[in-house]
Nanobody, 124 residues
Framework: QVQLVETGGGLVQAGGSLRLSCAASGRTFDGYGMGWFRQAPGKEREFVASITWSGADTYYANSVKGRFTISRDNAKNTVYLQMSSLKPEDTAVYYC?????????????????WGQGTQVTVSS
């Protein structure tokens, strides 16, 4: 299977920034959309952002719109989530995932490979 590894999580104060990275091994994800999801303790996994294979179209949850930016560098086989103006409610484990095709989707059923996740904790 394809292996996805998320990095860049950590502990930050409210108002701070982090950039998460998702790198793939086994094969490239050229031709596939990508997404970011998050899950807080005791809560359901929720959609954060997604991007088409070309990077031309992006989608965001209303809760992060204007604060988070998803991007990708297909030459590096890497997808990013730039997070700014972080809030305590952003605290969660963040997961990247590969879409079933080149589209960007909003629900987990459309994603076929998942990373192990990286912890983001926002204090205050």
């Amino acid at each position: 299977q394809v292996q996805l590894v998320e990095t860049g999580g950590g502990l930050v104060q409210a108002g701070g920034s982090l950039r998460l990275s998702c790198a793939a091994s086994g094969r490239t994800f050229d031709g596939y959309g990508m997404g970011w999801f998050r899950q807080a303790p005791g809560k359901e996994r929720e959609f954060v952002a997604s991007i088409t294979w070309s990077g031309a179209d992006t989608y965001y949850a209303n809760s992060v719109k204007g604060r988070f930016t998803i991007s990708r560098d297909n030459a590096k086989n890497t997808v990013y989530l730039q997070m700014s103006s972080l809030k305590p409610e952003d605290t969660a484990v963040y997961y990247c995932a590969v879409s079933r095709d080149g589209g960007a989707y909003l629900t987990s059923r459309h994603f076929v490979y998942w990373g192990q996740g990286t912890q983001v904790t926002v204090s205050s």
